[in-house]
Structures are given as C-alpha cells and as structure tokens.
C-alpha cells in the first residue's frame, strides 16, 4: 500500500470536526485504498481498535445490510460505549437511503464518519436534503504522474521523468495498473473491466437504460473527440450519419450520466473578454487516458490530446477550477482559477515550425494581465521564457511544485 498524502493529508484536516467526509471518484481510483490509510492516521492518535468501524458494503460479508433501517440498527448496536466512534463506510452508496442513517447518527451520536462512493447517488438530491452543510466532498483522480512515479519505484527501474511521461499517458494512472509490470495489453485489459463494470452497473442497470448501443455509440464519440469542443447536435448529426437517430436531449443526459459515473468530465468555455462562462461548445476529458485506449485501441495520433487530458487532470488535482479559453476567434487551452491565483496554459506535443510558435505563444500574449502563463510541450527547446510566457517540459510541470 503506497501513500498517497495529497488527499491524507487534505482528508485528515477534517479529523474529528462535524462534517461527513465524501470521497467520490471513478472505480479503481483508490478510495478504498485511502480509507485504509485515513484509519491508520486515526489510529497514530492513540485511538482503540474498538473504537473504530470500518464497512466495505460491496462485500458478501456484509449482503444483508442493504438498507437503511437494517445500517442503522446494526451501526447503533456496535457504537463505541466510551466515546467518540470511527466510522469508514466503504461503497456506501449500495445501501438504500444511507443519507438518513449517516445524518441521524450526526445527529444523536458521537461520531466521526468517513465515506467513499463510485456514482452519481453520492451527489443526489438526498444527500443535500439530509446532510446540507455538513458534509465535505473530496474527489479521488487515478494517480497523478508523481505518484505514479513512486508507484513504478516499487517493482522497476524508473527511467527519467521526460521518458516515463510516454509510458505514463499510454498506461494511465488506474492503480491497479501499476501494482506489477504489464504489457499495454495487459493493462487495458484491466482497465476495460472497470470501464465494463462502470458502464453496466453505475450507468445502464441503475438507470435501467435499453438502448445500451446507443449510449456506447456516444462513449465512443466522446472518447474520439478529447480536447475538441462539441455540442449535442454535432453528436447527433454524427450518429445521423450513421443511421442512427436521437434527439439532443438524449445526447446530454447520457453525456450528465457519464459524468455522474465520474468517466467522463465537462470543461466550459470561459471568455476572457466578456468574464462569463459559456454554456455552448464544451469539451469533455475523460478520468484516466487509458480509458480510451482500452476502449479505442492505441493510436499515436491521439497522444496530443492526451497529453491535454493529463494536464487538465493535474489541474483539478491541484484544486483549480478549469477552463478553456475563448478570447475574440483563439482559444486558450486552459484557465485555471483559484482564488487567489490564476494560470493560462497552452499544451502542445510539438513546435515544429515558426508558424506554430507564433500560434502557441501569441494566444497568451494577447491576454493582458499579470497572471503566470505557460506553454507546455514534449520536445526540446531552448531557453525556458518568451517575451514573459515560461516554457516546460509537460513532465517537470507535472513534477512541479510552483504553481
């Protein structure tokens, strides 16, 4: 079990205060994993074994406990006589109503809980009716490229960053994935499981959808158009195309239903004139870039694009809201944006003409502020600042710790 301290360390901030602590994310992404670490730092702070409950509800042991009444009876039974209780609840969301049982136990009870789930029932509207304000929500991402750095320390030699990055992008960060060596076949192997499983019990049998060749038509589609926007009606025309007829409406709730299983995420346009986020021509990245090689196959014409999904993964990581960029007919890659702070970033895999240079840099050098700019690539280049705009390599980016 390899730590993982960005989301420790960001969870265990929380230890012991009046919210319930969420950990959501895609399957496979390490939830479980972490919940084990939480109890481990919980257990450093002089706590009984006994004090401390921890649930994994998508296991046999645990088949009869599926609702809410049957959770709450046999929670109260097990509390803890003497004192505040740990409770971890792993999958909670297999477990009908869980939201009233975690809020009466808030309620009546001296408790600190933990939970993790994999699908869009964690975010319902339940859950905000009966746990509003006081609950935390922390979303779990497949490793980031550090650790998956440290990941592959722990059964090989790890080459330089610049050169790990290509293996890194073509096998993605799913855990699970890089507990041994394994061929990209291999790899996608596993990973086309989780996508199975994802498809087919978070989305299809929960949602009790029938036209299953319809939604992975729109899989399909989304995966083949990282890092391009797109709209409904372009999905639609495509499958058209293809005498294959659906409604925009039906595009965009298999598009949120994608999201809701945490497979699929939705980057807005910003633009940087006008300061408004735009509710047309979106783009979408995907949780992990092996997904769509899994599904897609390996294709070096993809790599560009994957290189954009992995940076706007990190970004997210690291606690910015993401954007892209639209500035009069340009586009900027990215925006990202905390509170007191804000980067603009191009990503590209090569600069293989003046002409293209011109195209990178110039789009940032329009933008008239103060705020860090980056251009981002995988070749080499001499110098690392034009005109004030910091050029890196997308490895030492995502090893970096300045921004």
């Known amino acids: 079990m390899i730590y993982r301290p960005i989301y420790v360390n960001r969870i265990m901030a929380y230890a012991n205060a009046p919210f319930v602590k969420i950990l959501t994310g895609i399957r496979r992404c390490g939830k479980s994993t972490i919940l084990k670490m939480l109890i481990d730092e919980i257990k450093k702070q002089d706590i009984r074994e006994d004090q401390i409950l921890h649930y994994s509800f998508d296991s046999m042991e645990y088949e009869e406990i599926k609702t809410a009444k049957a959770l709450f009876a046999h929670l109260k039974q097990h509390l803890f006589s003497g004192g505040k209780t740990y409770l971890f609840l792993d999958e909670i969301q297999e ?15 001296d408790v600190d809980i933990y939970v993790t789930g994999s699908n869009s029932r964690m975010m319902s509207s339940e ?6 304000g006081r609950y935390i929500s922390f979303r779990i991402y497949p490793l980031s490229f550090s650790e998956y750095m440290i990941f592959s320390k722990e059964y090989t030699e790890v080459l330089d960053p610049h050169t790990e990055l290509a293996n890194y992008v073509r096998l993605g960060g799913f ?10 076949g291999e790899a996608y192997t596993i990973v086309k499981d989780i996508y199975n499983s994802t498809i087919f019990t978070d989305i ?13 038509r729109i899989v399909k589609f989304a995966f083949d158009n990282v890092g391009r926007t797109f709209s409904a009606a372009s999905v639609s025309k495509y499958l058209k195309s293809e005498n294959r007829s659906i409604d925009n409406e039906t595009v965009y709730n298999y598009l949120s239903k994608l999201e809701s299983a945490y497979i699929l ?10 300061k408004e986020i735009l509710k ?26 994957m290189l954009e999904n992995v940076i706007y993964l990190e970004l997210l990581r690291r606690g910015y809201e993401v954007y892209v960029g639209k500035l009069d007919n340009t586009e900027i890659d990215f925006v990202a944006v905390k509170p007191e702070n804000k980067l603009y970033i191009q990503v590209t895999q090569e600069i293989g003409s003046p002409e293209t240079e011109r195209r990178e840099y110039g789009r940032l050098l329009d933008i008239r502020d103060n705020y860090p700019k980056y251009v981002l690539r995988t070749d080499a280049f001499a110098g690392g600042n034009y005109e004030g705009i910091k050029t890196m390599h997308i490895a030492d980016f995502l090893l970096s710790d300045e921004y």
């Open 95 to 109: 477990v009908t109503s869980w939201e009233k049982v975690v809020n009466s136990l808030m309620t009546d009870y």
């Open 127 to 132: 859950l905000s009716t009966y746990l509003t």
């Open 175 to 184: 855990p699970a994935v890089h507990l041994q060596i394994y061929t990209p």
């Open 204 to 216: 299809v049998r929960r949602n009790q959808i029938r036209k299953v060749d319809q939604l992975e």
């Open 265 to 274: 995420h939705r980057c807005s346009r910003f633009d940087l004139q006008g």
């Open 280 to 305: 047309t021509q979106e783009k979408f990245y995907l949780a992990d870039p092996a997904l769509r090689y899994s599904v897609l196959g390996y294709s070096p014409d993809s790599v560009a694009a």
